[in-house]
Nanobody, 119 residues
Framework: QVQLAESGGGLVQAGGSLRLSCAAS????????MGWFRQAPGKEREFVGG????????RYADFVKGRFTISRDNAKSTVYLQMNSLKPEDTAVYYC????????????WGQGTQVTVSS
């Protein structure tokens, strides 16, 4: 069982930056991988990027490469999504999720945090 709580969303102008945080609690976080997803109004939820708790390896969706960076702080059990050069089309509710390594699904989700980018 994993509990997740996002924070850090808000309103920012295009070109600006935000850092989202996802505090996680679980018995063995190293068994999990973390993902960031987003859902814009009227659109399906999409994968933004992910990170392995144990190795720190990351992967990103093509539309955020070079702008977004995912990192983790093992001591704080927190994963971060640093978002730079934000665009209005990045406006969405952002969610963090956790899934067991080597399994494709993400069973555990946070409540989401709103990111709004104004033009």
């Amino acid at each position: 069982q994993v509990q997740l709580a996002e924070s850090g969303g808000g309103l920012v102008q295009a070109g600006g930056s935000l850092r989202l945080s996802c505090a996680a609690s679980a018995r063995t976080l190293s068994a999990y991988r973390m993902g960031w997803f987003r859902q814009a109004p009227g659109k399906e939820r999409e994968f933004v990027g992910g990170i392995s708790w144990s190795s720190g390896s990351t992967r990103y969706a093509d539309f955020v490469k070079g702008r977004f960076t995912i990192s983790r702080d093992n001591a704080k059990s927190t994963v971060y999504l640093q978002m730079n050069s934000l665009k209005p089309e990045d406006t969405a509710v952002y969610y963090c999720a956790a899934g067991i390594i080597m399994r494709p699904e993400y069973p555990y989700w946070g409540q989401g945090t709103q990111v709004t980018v104004s033009s």
